[in-house]
């Protein structure tokens, strides 16, 4: 539901963005917004009973100066099915019951650019934000979620390289990374693991609004 609801706002405002808008050549863009998919990859325990997963995540940026800008970031990762059942059979005493891993978040942080040429930018966030960590069950005839909070730090390369007057083709690779608690979901999921990094590489496009 949350990518389905992403996707819709993006298609929505990208949509409705006016070409008076459009970058003055030679100015850094003021405004831009973007999407990306990724490929998402984990390391040890998280690894072990989660696997890899993908991410896709919808990002604003304002400049704040000639290189700076200020970026929000939404976003959804989707990780594999409990590689482990019997922990999702002992906590809700339903046997063959499958579960499911998601991570929703919103992120703020600060953007730096280096323009390498007319058409191709180089940049490096950071950003901190909020953690919505979910696990979905499924007994086969009812579904129903949990979820805890966490706080997270995500830092990240990318590249854009302008294709026409507004639009940027783009790859990027982020670092993700969540400070969780003792007795949470992903702590109980993960067989008592904790502060769980998450690394992915994506690729997505990028309008430059104004």
Known sequence: MIKVLLLATAFVILANVSLVNAQVPGEPPRERLGARVSFTGTVGAFNDHFGNGYDFTLYFTE???????????????????????????????????????????????????????????LYATLGLGIYSVSMLFDTGVQAFKENDQSFGANGGLGFLWRITTNWNIELNTTVQHLWTDLDDLYHIFTSGDQNPWLFSVGFGIAMDLR
């Open 63 to 121: 400049r704040l100066g000639r290189s700076w800008y200020l970026e929000v970031r939404i976003g959804a990762t989707y990780m594999g099915e409990l590689n482990k059942p019997e922990i999702a059979e002992e906590l809700t005493r339903i046997e063959g019951i499958s579960s499911e891993m998601r991570f929703s978040y919103l992120s703020l942080g600060p953007q730096y650019t280096w323009v390498t040429s007319e058409t191709q930018t």
